[in-house]
């Protein structure tokens, strides 16, 4: 369990919003504490610095000269913002978690002014919102425009809401200063560069306040101390905006003598899953319900599986649920209401953002980034993005949970997004799991996109916000052979017993024409090349196994995907040092895609049976994997007997999951497993970001 809430409970739905507090190590469950409008700490004493609650241990006071005490500033599951106090230090003392153990002390304060990446303070993006107090709908049900939408959340406002809020802002402290003379006051502000971009709070009169840059500490408050809390409003988005740091700045006046103190701080970044991470509730398309619903207020159980309206539906979601059996995860299937949209991967991806906690531990917040796909034909200036996203703000955001969008508004109308739009798709984003190359290390990965560089790439106010985080360092692999242009058309990721502890799961268009022509060989060349499906839910009904062979689409499309594929695992090669024991080939077949004159792409493939690569890890052992229909040999689909035996040795199991209908035939290009689902993943064992080394 995280160190903040038991994540699944923050999402379903399926009771009363609290807020587990965790009593002890990862995976126990402490205190559950109800959501509400008060912010004390303690029902005997004011917040969050109480002096008679042993949960939050002792006020910062004066101490007689030369006591030594355990200071303690954390955010944390028993404690959300404690300080105790250490001997009076010689002059003004700003402190702030500057060697990231959770916990404030006089150790914080060598270099606590500076910011390295091995050192210096944390503050959370406090985009969740803890009382569900964020409007979905206007008056009389009116839908809200997307930035709308997307511009409430906790920080957006100047208070504190609730205690679970008060476990998102960032501890820092103002030393007791018993010899603070009568008519001694301060400030806390923000320089003037981060000043609009950060909220100071401090606990005053039993309530934590927002400061602003006018509001003074009085002399008692010096003289006993002052726990204050920091958030920061948002992410990194353009670093030429603002930098993600903040320097905080103590200035104590003394009858006309002034001194200060500073602390630096930087924002957490926004930090991608990856496909190591447990899966906790794999998420699935509702068409049977309207974003637009959901945003009115009907009340909607996301638990409670959907009558199936599409062909294929309920196969797939059968053969998920069996696939889920076997990987031991008995959560329901986590519905999501699309409309008509099938594909869940496209709609936003999920990502946390966290500080440190004691312990070891970490505080995180769950943010899920809406794709910045502009939707050709329906986009307007007022809903530029795509319609069944926003179902994420009334279903998922609330306590621990934010919802965040970036994408850059000029493109709604330009014809470059019908043509190139699909490339900001979260579908084309995916991370590398965590691994060390070249003396760096990443203990969280690094984000992978799809994207050449020029218009064939995603969204570039997005692109820049994710370089911006200056962690996960992107690599961009060419996907523009691609028709929908996309990195899992091609490329997955599952847990292996190797040294790296996974491999990427490749399509090899190669492999695929080698078992085809080995069938022909043996005499099976004029069985079809589709099996299991009716002739005319296929692109070409009665086409056989050796006419594959010979037809030019396909012969094409086998040497634009080897040389696609080629190039992309070229650049992973040199930027993360994948060498072929950290590949794992399936078979595959490329189709290049018959498109209209005009269209200013061309020589674009799409896979012709399911991609087998393009799957799901659910991150215990078991990969989802779209059904192959190819054809049968020796007593089994040649293709998914050649995928299991290369993934046997990494300890990796393949439920196969029937998708032909419902996704792999939909439209001009398709799209399978992954592409139709999306996750919501556990953090259990993963490596705090901020141990990124360069």
């Known amino acids: 369990m995280d160190s903040r809430k038991d994540e699944t409970a ?90 990231r153990d959770g916990e404030i002390t006089p150790a914080d304060d060598l270099g606590k002014d500076t910011w390295t990446r091995g050192r210096g303070a944390l503050m959370l993006p406090n985009v969740d919102d803890d009382q569900r107090r964020c409007p979905t709908a206007g008056p009389a049900g009116t839908r809200l425009r997307d930035d709308r939408l997307a511009a409430c959340h906790d920080a957006a406002d100047t208070v504190v809401n609730g205690r679970a809020d008060l476990a998102d802002l960032a501890p820092a402290q103002i030393a007791a200063d018993p010899r603070a003379v009568a008519g001694t006051t301060a400030t806390v502000t923000a320089a003037p560069a981060s000043r609009d971009h950060v909220g100071i709070f401090a606990e005053r009169h039993g309530r934590m306040v927002r400061l602003g840059p006018g509001d003074r500490l009085t002399t008692r408050e010096l003289r006993h101390g002052v726990c204050l809390g920091i958030e920061a409003r948002d992410f990194v988005r353009d670093p030429k905006k603002w930098n993600g740091f903040a320097d905080l700045v103590l200035r104590v006046d003394r009858g006309g003598h002034t001194a200060e103190d500073r602390v630096r701080l930087r924002v957490a970044p926004l930090v991608f899953e990856h496909d190591l991470m447990p899966m906790r509730r794999m998420m699935t398309a509702d068409h049977t319900t309207e974003p637009a619903q959901v945003e009115r207020g009907k009340r909607y159980d996301p638990s409670a599986q959907p009558r199936p309206t599409r062909s294929g539906e309920a196969v797939f979601r059968h053969d998920l649920r069996r696939g889920l059996d076997r990987a031991g995860l008995t959560a329901p299937l986590y519905n999501y209401p699309t409309g008509d949209d099938v594909w869940m991967q496209d709609l936003f991806k999920t990502a946390y953002a966290s500080i440190p906690a004691p312990g070891g531990r970490e505080h995180r917040v769950t ?102 985080q200056g962690y996960q360092r992107p690599i961009a692999l060419d996907t523009s052979w691609l028709g929908v242009g996309h990195i899992d058309e091609f490329l997955s990721f599952v847990r292996a017993r190797n040294a790296r502890g996974w491999v990427a799961v490749v399509s090899d268009p190669d492999l695929g024409e080698k ?59 040199v930027r993360a040092g994948l060498t072929e024991r950290d590949i794992v080939r399936v078979p595959a077949l490329f189709d290049v895609i018959d498109l209209p004159a005009g269209y200013p792409r061309h020589d674009v493939v799409a896979n012709y ?32 007997r050649a995928a299991e035996q290369a993934l046997r040795p990494t300890g990796t199991r393949i439920a196969w999951v029937e998708d032909w209908d419902y996704a792999h035939h939909l439209g001009t290009v398709g799209g399978e497993v992954h592409c139709a689902t999306n996750a919501l993943r556990g953090h259990a064992g993963t490596r705090p970001w901020w141990t990124e080394r360069d």
């Open 609 to 640: 049976l399911p991609g087998a690569s393009n799957g799901v890890s659910t991150g215990t052992g078991v990969y989802l994997a779209p059904r192959q229909h190819a054809p049968a040999a020796g007593g089994g689909d040649v293709f998914e």
């Open 515 to 573: 078992l085809l022509s080995g069938l022909v060989r043996h005499g099976q060349g004029g069985r079809p090349l589709v099996r299991g499906i009716a002739p005319k839910d296929t692109a070409d009904p009665g086409l056989t196994i050796a006419g594959a062979l010979r037809k030019p689409s396909l012969t094409r499309g086998t040497d634009i995907a080897r040389r696609g594929i080629d190039a992309a695992l070229r650049t992973l090669r």
């Open 10 to 99: 923050a999402v379903s739905h399926e009771g009363p919003a609290v807020r587990w507090m965790p009593g002890g190590p990862s995976g126990t469950e402490g205190e559950a504490m109800d959501d509400d409008n008060s912010v004390p700490t303690s029902a005997t004493h004011p917040a969050p610095c109480p002096g008679t609650s042993p949960r939050w241990g002792r006020r910062p006071g004066a101490v007689r000269a030369g006591a030594l005490g355990a200071a303690l500033l954390t955010v944390a599951a028993g404690t959300l913002l404690a300080c105790t106090a250490h001997a009076a230090p010689l002059g003004p003392a700003l402190r702030a978690d500057t060697n």
């Open 367 to 468: 943010v899920l980034l809406r794709s910045a796909d502009v939707m050709p034909g329906t986009a307007t200036r007022a809903f530029p993005l795509r319609d069944a996203s926003r179902s994420a703000f009334p279903l998922l955001r609330g306590p621990g949970t934010g919802v965040l969008q970036q994408y850059d508004p000029r493109r709604v109308g330009s014809k470059d997004s019908q043509y190139y739009g699909s490339f900001s798709s979260t579908g084309n984003f995916g991370t590398l799991p965590p691994h060390t190359w070249r003396g760096h290390r990443y203990p969280v990965g690094r984000v992978v996109y799809g994207g050449n560089g020029g218009k064939e790439s995603p969204d570039t106010s997005f692109l820049r916000m994710l370089t911006a």
